[in-house]
């Protein structure tokens, strides 16, 4: 039998995923310890419903890949889509990710994100931010 998840997001909308998926989310892990049955639904409170998909659909591609990091980091189709996505998105992602307690995909976004950030001018990363910043 599959055993399946119940989420309710910032946004309110409930979802339902299996919960193989989500074994490397130690906020899970916990809940999960703690309550075998899942009745219930989980409050993310910090995590919006598209964010939540996102971090479904990684979870399911890092389970076809044989939950292997090297796999994961390395393949085109995770690498396609992080390239497709704008920093803002990649930076909720990271915050859900986080949230969540899911270190292998932390590690991933954090990897984006600085190769994105270490690549921009200082005007571009004042814009990017809506910040001033004082470089000397």
């Known amino acids: 039998m599959t055993k399946i998840i119940k989420f309710r997001t910032k946004d309110k909308n409930n979802y339902e995923f299996e919960y193989k998926h989500f074994i ?3 906020l899970i892990k916990i809940v999960y310890d703690n309550d075998n ?3 219930d639904i989980i409050e993310l ?3 919006r419903g598209d964010i939540l998909e996102i971090v479904n659909y990684m979870l399911i591609r890092f389970f076809k890949l044989g939950n ?3 796999n994961f980091k390395h393949d085109e189709e995770i690498y396609n889509f992080l390239e497709n996505l ?3 998105i990649l930076f909720s992602l990271l915050s ?4 969540m307690d899911i270190p292998i995909l932390e590690n991933i976004l954090c990897d984006k994100l600085s190769g994105i950030i270490s690549s921009k001018s200082k005007d571009e990363l004042e814009k ?3 910040i001033k910043l ?3």
Do not use: A, P, R, W
Not at 96 to 99: I, N, P
């Open 24 to 26: 490397n989310s130690n």
């Open 37 to 39: 049955e899942l009745e």
């Open 45 to 47: 409170s910090n995590i």
């Open 68 to 70: 292997d990091i090297d």
């Open 86 to 88: 704008d920093y803002i």
């Open 96 to 99: 859900g990710v986080h949230y």
């Open 128 to 130: 990017m931010f809506n």
């Open 134 to 136: 004082k470089i000397k």
